[in-house]
């Protein structure tokens, strides 16, 4: 097992190896920020409509409303690898 030390150097290692210290042109962030907005609301669009159209809320049973608990884990999840999608197309043309 790694001590608490070994840890540290290993995420802040993580740190500097994913988020570079030089930042992106604002060209390559607007570019990263669409593709993180375009694919966000792909997926609201998509979790909306199956609340709309495809849950049964008035049915006695839990069944639609926990579908619905693990589609928002879902969407939260698909979110933020989102977010990391459009950071990394923000910094494919930027070298260290």
């Not at 989102?82 to 043309?93: K, N």
Request: glycine residues 8%.
């Amino acid at each position: 097992m790694l001590e608490a030390p070994a840890l540290r150097h290993r995420s802040r290692m993580y740190c500097k190896m994913f988020f570079p210290r030089t930042p992106p042109g604002w060209r390559d962030t607007l570019r990263g920020a669409l593709v993180a907005t375009g694919s966000i609301a792909v997926l609201s669009v998509g979790s909306v409509a199956y609340l709309r159209l495809g849950a049964n809320f008035e049915q006695r049973d839990a069944s639609d409303a926990l579908a619905s608990v693990v589609l928002l884990g879902l969407w939260l999840y698909a979110a933020n690898i989102a977010l990391l999608v459009g950071y990394r197309v923000a910094r494919s043309d930027v070298r260290p």
